[in-house]
């Protein structure tokens, strides 16, 4: 191996510790708030670190193709304390002001996409069904009234009728309405029996 490349692949690794140190604290800032009790902690922290491996083997296949030496962990280390020593105050700053900006703009995008589409919507959804419901009930109320006015001859014709019946007839008829009840009456009940 060259001092060129070895050189590359010192650098690349102390930019890969830096990198860590900085993914490290970006980590523990967006997800401060999870319970470190839980199975998802162990999936977070592997896939973290995992990822961290990854990258750092990624940077070292393109400085020099995956060679492994001692000085390749010295240099990750010292880039990670490098990091630590003089960049955390100014990332962690940096990064807290984009945290706050990132979540003025999301709670500004909420409250535009529930002002302009959510609430219309709701809105117009709602007179909308305050439209059929009215349309609903005026239109019962006509049928109503149209069955009353239509039936209403009819009515009237089986009136005068049954004042023309015999008496005879008239007792007849009420028997036969009241038998007509009890069966109905009956069919109901057996009805309540089988659905219980």
Known sequence: ??????????????????????????????????????????????????????????????????????????????????????????????????????????????KMIYYLFFLPSKTIILLIISLLLGVYKILLKGIIILFLVIFYPIRVFFQVIWRFLPKNMKIYLRHLAGFLDKIKNTMKNWMKRIQK
């Open 1 to 110: 191996m060259t001092l060129t490349t070895q050189f590359i692949t010192i650098l690349s690794m102390l930019g890969g510790g830096l990198f860590v140190g900085a993914a490290l604290d970006t980590f523990e800032r967006l997800f401060r708030k999870r319970n470190k009790r839980s199975w998802f902690e162990i999936v977070f922290q592997l896939g973290f670190w995992l990822f961290q491996a990854a990258f750092l083997f990624y940077l070292l296949y393109l400085a020099n193709y995956g060679e492994l030496r001692v000085y390749v962990f010295v240099a990750i280390v010292c880039g990670f304390a490098a990091y630590r020593a003089l960049f955390q105050n100014l990332y962690l700053r940096t990064l807290e002001v984009w945290v706050r900006l990132c979540m003025t703009i999301l709670r500004f995008l909420r």
